[in-house]
């Protein structure tokens, strides 16, 4: 089965490069040279305005003021505030519906109650300390 699809792929490029002699055939025209001669300049031409747009368009983008930043950075750190509190207040409700499940696992007697704690503590703990590092990453 292997070498069917070898056998497609040598097809195919013996196809196109057949396809490319006939279109390259120039056969030592002068005529036919001076028509490829300007084919190409003209290739060529197109390429460097495609290139030198793409540099300045680089260098536009990397000229501009610092504005823009300074926008972005004071709006981002406006933010940080208000997501930091509902980080944070979104643990203390965690940590209170915990707290009522390991005190209904402790009045029912289920013997994984330490386990419990020590899951719901983990989580609270850890949403109350994202939201510490968020404001001190940002200050």
Aim: net charge positive.
């Amino acid at each position: 089965m292997m070498e069917w699809h070898w056998t497609i792929l040598h097809k195919r490029t013996t196809q196109l490069w057949q396809l490319r002699s006939t279109i390259f055939n120039v056969n030592n025209n002068p005529l036919k040279i001076k028509i490829m001669r300007k084919q190409m300049q003209a290739i060529y031409r197109r390429g460097m305005a495609v290139v030198a747009m793409l540099i300045l368009g680089v260098y536009n983008v990397m000229a501009q003021s610092s504005a823009g930043i300074d926008q972005a950075t004071t709006e981002v750190n406006s933010y940080v505030d208000p997501v930091a509190n509902l980080i944070i207040a979104i643990g203390a409700v965690v940590g209170l519906i915990g707290g009522v499940r390991v005190y209904i696992k402790w009045q029912s007697g289920d013997q994984d109650t330490q386990k419990a704690i020590m899951g719901w503590f983990g989580a609270c703990l850890f949403l109350i300390l994202v939201g510490v590092v968020i404001r001190s990453f940002f200050a």
